[in-house]
Structures are given as structure tokens and as C-alpha cells.
């Protein structure tokens, strides 16, 4: 969905009972509209009667938080230990490559975001991924593929 | 998940096979599309039954056919293999190569004992009837009959500690809430399981939701709190899927008659496993730390008196209350009481979940139960407890799994997570690694871990480059020193672990 101010504060309204609401309504826009552009800090800041200054702290040190729109499907790619044990790096560069983007870029066409992601608690089956909202254990670029496909439709 | 259920008269066989991540990310939705679609062509029925995982994550999907004399595994489970179970009537539990045989009877599961883990893999985790067949709800009931310092005296008892990694006594910090006077308190459960080599927590609460809900309920009636958040990752959409539906059948069942419980949805930051990072997160703040004492058990969420226990802290609470305090402590090793959720990760031929009494030693684990590494070569390095427990080499394999053992050789029983590495790890790049990670996870309060871990880097990649190597590697242990002894929290107190292991045990590494 594209930004829309009005939609935000319908977003912003729902989430604003509850007890510390900042960081569930950031998530709420954030799942709503795929990232916070700019002018999310004034409007929540205005809402939830905090700073312009703590909402803009608060959106920048979360890495789930996008600043900008992302391709139709993001795919994650786990870099941590246990994903590096069973070769997730040499698998990362291959991802890369073949989508023509690095980490947090997006593929020309649009379709495909790639980011990193920390442990997705599949440390047993690694290497592991998120792809859109399909889990891919002991990933290889075909079962990738395979997932992505699955997201186009 | 769909469940499928068939109506006709006849009673449908029953065939039980994980919506656990693990098992999902293996393929088990198609999985169960094909067991559907193939028993639907051949006129069979059969009620698919979507229960957690058992753990023996290189069986997965493991499909479990129930039979009157128990229920019988095949697995791994292709979709591909589907056509061939039905063509030699596994309905009727017949021989096929995929056949483990009883799964209660496998190797994995009878070397095991479960206390937290009970019901996980056994039952449908959001089926209320299953889990009061299955024990469920026994520990609130005694709860509440006997009173917060009858359960506050069982939990201290038990030598239940936390289980999150520091190992705290669980007793000793709910007694501090209960003793703090306030109108308003909370329970708090730390579901922000980011270690890598862990899903222990994932597990059970995609598994046996209600034993959480359960173990938070009996907190809350043991400190006097009324009110409950659960802070889980962001990146378990599975477990959080399911806790949500827990919650609401727990609340139809009056398992949260007197305790409100409600789920937060982190935001992808490591530090916010820290427990007080974990509060400001809650307080709708960035997740910093903050500086020890006051402690959160005196002055917590919104400055109430607040109890934070890991997930698996919480879900033992029922199981020892049920089973008896004294039984769960006469478990273990030294200090350490009780079992531990060991979790076999990364080069491991049989990754899963290993629940047994503290003491058992490093060799056993990797070895015996966890058959080596995937790939078949030698394990060469493991590292214990997560992106800051310390990397082992084979000559400390003798190590128990223990606290305090773990103490004593400069390591980290953590969380509980072992990630195997084999023969073509580069120390030298985990080293780096675990820099760079705590650099990009620094909450960025204290001088030490924000600016010391870019520093690390950029010395470890001065020795990498092979300038003034020897001048390097002391500053380095310098700058580990200065980490370990000037940090606000584990973060960047823990970083020296994996650092300074992969130095001592792997010297070599460093000088290519």
C-alpha cells in the first residue's frame, strides 16, 4: 500500500491505548505500508505527544524498519553462526549474484528485496531463509527459487 | 494450518505431523496437501493432526501414523514419497525404509529427559483437551490452592535458574518482586531469543504454547502481578502466530483469570534480549540499556517491580510444580539443577532438541547424540551459548554442561545452544564476525561495546592483512579486556568470549 496520511492515523488510533505505543505503532505502519517514509516522525510524534527527536531515535535503531520502499518480496537470508556453519556465506554471494543486488537492494525488475536477517531459530536445518512469508530450510538458490515463485502468485 | 478432519462414521486414522518452523521450512505444508489429496484419491481416512516438533529436526517432517500399541514415525517425509507410504498401507504401520518405528522408543527421545518439553511434538498446541489430557494446568491449580509463598517456596526449592543465560536463581527474584511493595507489578517473559544455535523457546511455543502461559500465570500469582507481556522476536511469525491463538483459548479457559497477558512483536534488535533493553523496548523507547542497580525486580517495566524470566524459565514452572520441586532439583550437576534444553545446531548430522539433566559433557552431545557434523568431516571448533559464548576445541570436550563448569573454563552454558563447525571454519573470520556483530547490535549506550567492537574489526583485519601481527594480537586481547571489564551489559562484557577463545584455542588461524 502507498503512504497515505490518512490511512496512518486510522493506524496510529488503533495502537495508541496502549501502554508504551510507540514501537507497536511504528510496526503497524511499518506492516501497512512496507516502510515509514519521512513524514512518519512528525505524524507520530504528534499523535503519541512525544518529540520529533525520540520517534526519529526509536524508528532508526530498529533494523526492521525501512526508510524506503521495498521489492514486492523480501527475501532474508540468515548470516549468523550456525548459517555460517553449513556455508550461508558462499550461498549468500551466490544469492546476490544471481538477483544482481546486494544486501538490502532490490532486484531492477522490482520483484525481490535481499536482506540479512539474524537467526531465524532454524539453526538445525541450516542454511536458513524468509521468503515473503514462506520458511526455507537447508536453502540452496533452486529451493529459493522455488519459494520465490511461489510468491508471485 | 488446515486442519483436515473427515466425517464418516468410520473412525479416521490419525496422523500427526509438525507445523513447527523447522519442519514448516522442510517442506511439511506440501507435505501435508499430498498425505490429503493421496488418501482422498485412495478413499483412505485419515484426520491430520498438526502438533510442534519432537526435535529430531533431520527427521523432519516426521509423520507419525497412531496405532493402538503407540504411534508409529516416518520420516524425512518428501512429498515424493508419498504415493509409495500409501502403496505399502503405512495407515497399518507397515515396513518402509522411512519407518523409524515407534517414535517414542527412538534413541534421541529415550536418552532424554523431559520436563519442559513434554508435551512438544506430542499434542496439538492450541487444543485445550489435549493439554489437560496431557498434565496441563496442574501446576496453576496447585498454585492457587497452596498459595504464593507455598509456590514461591517450591520454585527456590527446585534450583530453578533462569534459563535465558545468566542463571540466575528463579526463586530468589520472584521472592524480590513479591517483597517490593507496589500497586502495580509485572511478569514479563523474554521470547527475544536471538542467540544463534538456539530455538529452543521457538520450539515450545510453537509446540506447547498454554505450558508458557501457564508458567507466566503462576508468576503472576506468586509476585502479585495482574498484568503479563510476552516480548517476542519479530523474526518467529510462526511462534507468534500461534501464541496468539493460544492466548485466546487460555483466556476462554480461564487460564488468565487473574493475570491479563499480552504479546509485543520486537523489531529485529539483539540487544533487546537484554532485559533491561527489553523494558525500554516495551516503554515504546529505542532499546538501550540501562545501567544496573536499581534491578528490574525493584524497579522494572514503567518503574513497577518487574520479574523478566526467559521463556523456558517460565515453562518449567508448571512441569516442577506438578512433578515436585525436590524431584526437578535432585536432577543435575553442582549448582546447576534440574534439565537444560540443549539445542544441536549448524554442521550436526543430528540437529534438534536434547533435553536431559545438567552434567552431560561436550563430547557426548557433539559425538554420541549429534552423530558429528552434517557434512562428515571432523568437528573442529564449537561454539556454546550463542554470538558471545566462547568457541571449544576438541581437547575441552570433557566439559559438563553446566554453569559453572562452563565458568570455569572462560565460557558460556548461555541459552543452551551448540553450533558445530567443521574442519574448514576460519577462527580468524569468526573472531571478526563476532566484532562486527556486536558493532551492528551496540545499543550504542556505553563507550566500550560501540566504539571497542569497530575498533576489534579493524584490528583483527590489521592481522588478516598481516601487519604487525604480534603488535596486534596484544592489543587486541587489550581491547577485549577493556570490553569485558568496562561494558553496561552481556553485549559487550561477552564479546571477548568467542574472541579470545578462537585466539587461544586457534592460534594458527591468525598467523597464515
Known amino acids: ?153 | 494450518m488446515r486442519p483436515l478432519t473427515c466425517t464418516d462414521m468410520s473412525k479416521p486414522t490419525r496422523i500427526y505431523l509438525p507445523a513447527d518452523s523447522a519442519a514448516l521450512a522442510l517442506g511439511a505444508e506440501d507435505l501435508a496437501e499430498a498425505i490429503a489429496a493421496e488418501a482422498l484419491r485412495l478413499g483412505k481416512l485419515i484426520e491430520i493432526i498438526r502438533t510442534g516438533s519432537r526435535g529430531m529436526h533431520w527427521l523432519e517432517p516426521l509423520v507419525e501414523i497412531a496405532t493402538p500399541t503407540g504411534r508409529i514415525g516416518y520420516g524425512p517425509v518428501g512429498v515424493a514419497d508419498v504415493t509409495g507410504l500409501f502403496a505399502v498401507d503405512w495407515l497399518q504401520a507397515e515396513k518402509h525404509p522411512l519407518c523409524i518405528g515407534k517414535v517414542e522408543e527412538h534413541e534421541f527421545l529415550r536418552r532424554q529427559d523431559r520436563w519442559t518439553f513434554a508435551r512438544c511434538g506430542i499434542v496439538d498446541p492450541l487444543s485445550w483437551s489435549d493439554f489437560i489430557a496431557h498434565g496441563g494446568g496442574q501446576g496453576l491449580a496447585w498454585a492457587r490452592a497452596q498459595g504464593a509463598a507455598a509456590t514461591l517456596a517450591a520454585v527456590t526449592a527446585s534450583g530453578l535458574r533462569g534459563r535465558g543465560g545468566a542463571g540466575f536463581p528463579a526463586g530468589i527474584k520472584w521472592r524480590t518482586v513479591h517483597d517490593t511493595a507496589s500497586d502495580i507489578k509485572y511478569v514479563v517473559c523474554n521470547a527475544d531469543e536471538g542467540d544463534s544455535g538456539t530455538f529452543a523457546d521457538r520450539m515450545l511455543m510453537e509446540g506447547d504454547p498454554f505450558a508458557l502461559l501457564e508458567g507466566m500465570a503462576i508468576c503472576a500469582l506468586a509476585v502479585g502481578a495482574r498484568k503479563g507481556f510476552i516480548y517476542i522476536r519479530s523474526e518467529y511469525p510462526r511462534a507468534i502466530t500461534v501464541l496468539e491463538g493460544a492466548l485466546s483459548v487460555a483466556r476462554e479457559h480461564g487460564l488468565l483469570r487473574d493475570c491479563e497477558i499480552e504479546l509485543r512483536i520486537g523489531a529485529g534488535a539483539y540487544v533487546c534480549g537484554e532485559e533491561t533493553a527489553l523494558l525500554e523496548s516495551l516503554e515504546g523507547k529505542r532499546g538501550q540499556v540501562r545501567a544496573k542497580p536499581p534491578l528490574p525486580a525493584h524497579h522494572g517495566l514503567f518503574g513497577k517491580p518487574t520479574v523478566v524470566n526467559n521463556v523456558l524459565t517460565l515453562a518449567t514452572v508448571p512441569a516442577l510444580l506438578t512433578r515436585g520441586a525436590e524431584a526437578y532439583a535432585a536432577l543435575g550437576s553442582g549448582k546447576s539443577r534440574g534439565t537444560i534444553p540443549i539445542q544441536l545446531a549448524g554442521n550436526i548430522r543430528h540437529g534438534g532438541l536434547f533435553e536431559v539433566p545438567f552434567g552431560i559433557s561436550l563430547r557426548e552431545l557433539i559425538d554420541e547424540v549429534g552423530g558429528g557434523t552434517a557434512t562428515g568431516r571432523p568437528v573442529r571448533a564449537v561454539q556454546v551459548g550463542g554470538p558471545l559464548g566462547a568457541y571449544f576445541p576438541r581437547a575441552l570436550f570433557d566439559t559438563a554442561f553446566d554453569y559453572e563448569a562452563f565458568t570455569a573454563r572462560e565460557g558460556l552454558v548461555g541459552h543452551g545452544g551448540i553450533v558445530v563447525f567443521d574442519d574448514r571454519v576460519d577462527m580468524r573470520r569468526q573472531a571478526r564476525f563476532a566484532m562486527e556483530f556486536c558493532a551492528a547490535e551496540s545499543c550504542g549506550k556505553c563507550t566500550p561495546c560501540r566504539v571497542g567492537s569497530v575498533r576489534g574489526m579493524e584490528v583483527i583485519d590489521k592481522i588478516v592483512s598481516g601487519r604487525d601481527i604480534d603488535e596486534n594480537l596484544v592489543l587486541l586481547e587489550d581491547l577485549c579486556n577493556t570490553l569485558r571489564l568496562g561494558s553496561l551489559c552481556a553485549l559487550g562484557g561477552f564479546v571477548p568470549f568467542p574472541v579470545l577463545s578462537a585466539l587461544r584455542y586457534f592460534p594458527q588461524d591468525f598467523r597464515r
Open chain 1, 1 to 153: 500500500m502507498a503512504w497515505n496520511k490518512e490511512k496512518a492515523a486510522v493506524i496510529i488510533e488503533a495502537n495508541r491505548h496502549l501502554d508504551g505505543p510507540a514501537l507497536p505503532v511504528l510496526r503497524a505502519l511499518h506492516e501497512a505500508f512496507g516502510y515509514l517514509p519521512e513524514e512518519t516522525t512528525a505524524q507520530v510524534a504528534q499523535a503519541l505527544n512525544l518529540s520529533r527527536a525520540e520517534i526519529h531515535g526509536v524508528i532508526t535503531f530498529y533494523h526492521d524498519f525501512r526508510r524506503e520502499p521495498a521489492g514486492l518480496t523480501s527475501l532474508k537470508l540468515c548470516r549468523a553462526e550456525a548459517c555460517q556453519a553449513m556455508g550461508s556465506e558462499a550461498l549468500a554471494t551466490e544469492v546476490s549474484q544471481k538477483l544482481g543486488t546486494s544486501w538490502h537492494g532490490t532486484t531492477r525488475d522490482g520483484r525481490v528485496t535481499l536482506e540479512p536477517v539474524f537467526c531465524l531459530g532454524l539453526c538445525s536445518v541450516a542454511p536458513a531463509a524468509l521468503v515473503g512469508t514462506e520458511l526455507v530450510g537447508r536453502a540452496d538458490w533452486p529451493r529459493l527459487q522455488q519459494a520465490l515463485a511461489k510468491c508471485d502468485h
